[in-house]
């Protein structure tokens, strides 16, 4: 009990030391309040001019954004231009083609027809000139084997016979040749089975018969 009262006085005298602490500790947050009030109002005003530098960035890049758009859109409308006016190009290159190969065709069909029209022209004419000739030939063949006949009945009767053509008085024809002589003309000897007499060179003429030139 001697060393009691020391202990109390001891003890009390480190309830109110802490009790000083405490009243300490507790006025001592007003400053460091005040300090980290003006910390944040300085950060706060950093973070709005980030927030501005950021919201200007971001409408740049939507102003560049919206800008490629609208390339983007422009290049595919030009895209599909240059794609129509392909299709349309090459429709017309195929209708051009189409047409030229028609047109071609047209000629050489025209071509053809004029070339067989001309090839069987100057096969009737060829045969008509060769018909033509052949006739002719058989008209020379028949008058040269008539005058033949003419001039050989003419020697013959000149050469031969029994009638005497200057010695009748009369106008003598040959049947045959039908050629009539007068009296006075030169003395052809004709076969009296051939002789046909006239009384005029007129009868004679009438009978078919044409004078003798000799």
């Given at each position: 009990m001697h060393f009691g009262k020391p202990v109390l006085i001891a003890l009390l005298s480190l309830t109110i030391l802490s009790g000083c602490a405490q009243s300490t500790a507790t006025t001592t947050p007003k400053i460091v309040t005040h300090t980290k009030t003006s910390y944040v109002s300085k950060r706060t005003a950093a973070d709005t001019a980030a927030w501005s530098s950021a919201k200007a960035v971001s409408r740049a890049n939507a102003a560049s954004?919206?800008?490629?758009?609208?390339?983007?859109?422009?290049?595919?409308?030009?895209?599909?231009?240059?794609?129509?006016?392909?299709?349309?190009?090459?429709?017309?290159?195929?209708?051009?083609?189409?047409?030229?190969?028609?047109?071609?065709?047209?000629?050489?069909?025209?071509?053809s027809s004029v070339?067989?029209?001309?090839?069987?022209?100057?096969?009737?004419?060829?045969?008509a000139a060769s018909k033509a000739a052949a006739q002719q030939a058989d008209t020379a063949?028949?008058?040269?084997?008539?005058?033949?006949?003419?001039?050989?009945?003419?020697?013959?009767?000149?050469?031969?016979?029994?009638?005497?053509?200057a010695q009748t008085g009369r106008i003598i024809g040959n049947r045959n040749s039908k050629i009539y002589h007068i009296e006075t003309g030169h003395n052809y000897?004709?076969?009296g089975k051939n002789a046909?007499?006239?009384?005029?060179?007129?009868?004679?003429?009438?009978?078919g018969y044409r004078?003798?030139?000799?």
């Open positions: 954004a919206k800008q490629l758009s609208q390339q983007s859109s422009t290049l595919t409308q030009a895209g599909s231009e240059a794609s129509s006016q392909s299709s349309a190009l090459t429709a017309s290159h195929s209708s051009a083609h189409s047409a030229a190969v028609a047109a071609s065709s047209s000629i050489a069909a025209s071509t070339l067989a029209a001309s090839v069987s022209s100057s096969h009737e004419a060829a045969k063949a028949t008058s040269t084997q008539t005058s033949s006949a003419a001039s050989t009945t003419n020697n013959a009767n000149h050469f031969s016979g029994d009638t005497d053509t000897h004709m076969a046909v007499y006239f009384d005029t060179e007129a009868a004679a003429q009438a009978a004078k003798s030139l000799r």
